[in-house]
Nanobody, 124 residues
Framework: QVQLVESGGGLVQAGDSLRLSCAAS????????MGWFRQASGKEREFVAT????????SYAVSVKGRFTISRDNAHNTLSLQMNSLKPEDTAVYYC?????????????????WGQGTQVTVSS
C-alpha cells in the first residue's frame, strides 16, 4: 500500500480557487494511477478526478469538468488538484487515493490506499 497525506483544504467563497496536494510514500508512485474522491456530509464518497500513471490521461466527474484539473509530479511523488470557480456544492472532505492499476480509473474498487482527507468548505 501507499501512505498518502493531503493538504490545502480550507474555507473559501464561491468563485474562489484552491489547490489540494497529496504527498505519497511507500509503493512506487509512478507505476499506478491516482485519483481524488470527495464525501459530503451525509452522502456517499464520490469520484472527482483520476490520472494515469504517467499523467498522460485524465478523467473527471461531470460536475467538476472544466473547473478542476488533476496533475501529478512523479519525480516528487505528489498529486495535485487545482479547483477553480468553486461552488457551495463542492463542499466536502476530499481524499487522495492510489490505484492498483496504471490506467486512469473512476472505479472506487481499483483504489487500495487512501489519505486521511482534507476539508473544503465553499460559502455562498
Amino acid at each position: 500500500q501507499v501512505q498518502l497525506v493531503e493538504s490545502g483544504g480550507g474555507l473559501v467563497q464561491a468563485g474562489d480557487s484552491l489547490r489540494l496536494s497529496c504527498a505519497a510514500s511507500g509503493r512506487t508512485f509512478s507505476r499506478y494511477a491516482m485519483g481524488w474522491f470527495r464525501q459530503a456530509s451525509g452522502k456517499e464518497r464520490e469520484f472527482v478526478a483520476t490520472i494515469s500513471y504517467k499523467g498522460g490521461s485524465t478523467s473527471y466527474a461531470v460536475s467538476v469538468k472544466g473547473r478542476f484539473t488533476i496533475s501529478r509530479d512523479n519525480a516528487h511523488n505528489t498529486l495535485s488538484l487545482q479547483m477553480n470557480s468553486l461552488k457551495p456544492e463542492d463542499t466536502a472532505v476530499y481524499y487522495c487515493a492510489a490505484a492498483t492499476v496504471p490506467y486512469d480509473t473512476y472505479n472506487i474498487a481499483d483504489f487500495d490506499s487512501w489519505g486521511q482527507g482534507t476539508q473544503v468548505t465553499v460559502s455562498s
